[in-house]
């Protein structure tokens, strides 16, 4: 499986650290890593990771301006398309198919090429502009996914929370992982089923 990778400057820039680490041990998944330059600036504030040993954890890496790299064509296969997270901007461009750089030009060959892009999308509250813009996008084909914590599984850490997101993410592209503890059900007695 061939997946794209995008990390912008929203805040959550671990959503997408965490989803190549787990990403880059599976053997049969090789990934195509784009950050754009506020997505370093918030791996370099919300982090104590190196951005070049972020990009180590890719199959491949490229600079968000080049926009003729491989990727930027819909004659390289992919399965689809990741952007963890997602900024307001690259949410709003990709509405409206503006190709500005090679995230968002990437995430406009998937969508074209009519396979699967989701959007780790961090913003809230929203307006209406940001609503009717991910209604766009819906309708273009896109999944949005703004990362909301799950609870049912106990979490006893920030990391058991990334997990269960990034579990998520892999879930919509059927890549099995054991990340979370999966709902099984309440029992009459209201005990959760183990």
Same mark, same amino acid.
């Given at each position: 499986?061939? @997946?794209?990778?995008?990390?912008?400057?929203?805040? !959550?820039?671990?959503? !997408?650290?965490? @989803?190549? /680490?787990?990403?880059?041990?599976? %053997?049969? #998944?090789?990934?195509?890593?784009?950050?754009?330059?506020?997505? /370093? @600036?918030?791996?370099?504030? =919300?982090? +104590? *990771?190196?951005?070049? +040993?972020?990009?180590?954890?890719?199959?491949?890496? $490229?600079? #968000?301006?080049?926009?003729?790299?491989?990727?930027?064509?819909? %004659?390289?296969?992919? /399965? !689809?398309?990741?952007?963890?997270?997602?900024?307001?901007?690259?949410?709003?461009?990709?509405?409206?198919? $503006?190709? /500005?750089?090679?995230?968002? *030009?990437?995430?406009?060959?998937?969508?074209? =090429? *009519?396979?699967?892009? @989701?959007?780790?999308?961090?913003?809230?509250?929203?307006?209406?502009?940001? #609503?009717?813009?991910?209604?766009?996008?819906?309708?273009?084909?896109?999944?949005?996914?703004?990362?909301?914590?799950? &609870?049912?599984?106990?979490?006893?850490?920030?990391?058991?929370?990334? +997990?269960?997101?990034?579990?998520?993410?892999?879930?919509? &592209?059927?890549?099995?992982?054991?990340?979370?503890?999966?709902?099984? !059900?309440?029992?009459?007695?209201? =005990?959760?089923?183990?």
């Amino acid at each position: 499986m061939v @997946l794209v990778i995008g990390i912008t400057g929203a805040t !959550g820039c671990i959503y !997408g650290i965490r @989803l190549l /680490e787990v990403l880059s041990t599976m %053997s049969d #998944i090789e990934t195509h890593l784009v950050i754009s330059e506020a997505g /370093e @600036l918030t791996i370099k504030h =919300e982090t +104590d *990771r190196c951005v070049a +040993d972020i990009r180590k954890l890719a199959s491949h890496s $490229y600079d #968000i301006a080049d926009v003729g790299a491989r990727i930027s064509s819909g %004659s390289f296969q992919r /399965e !689809g398309m990741i952007i963890a997270p997602c900024t307001v901007k690259t949410m709003s461009a990709l509405a409206g198919s $503006y190709n /500005e750089n090679l995230i968002i *030009r990437a995430g406009d060959v998937t969508l074209k =090429e *009519r396979k699967k892009l @989701l959007l780790l999308f961090r913003e809230t509250p929203l307006h209406i502009g940001h #609503i009717r813009n991910l209604e766009r996008l819906t309708e273009m084909g896109a999944i949005i996914m703004p990362p909301v914590p799950a &609870f049912y599984h106990k979490p006893k850490t920030i990391q058991d929370i990334v +997990d269960h997101t990034v579990g998520k993410m892999l879930d919509m &592209f059927g890549i099995k992982h054991n990340l979370f503890q999966r709902w099984a !059900g309440i029992g009459k007695g209201g =005990e959760l089923i183990c």
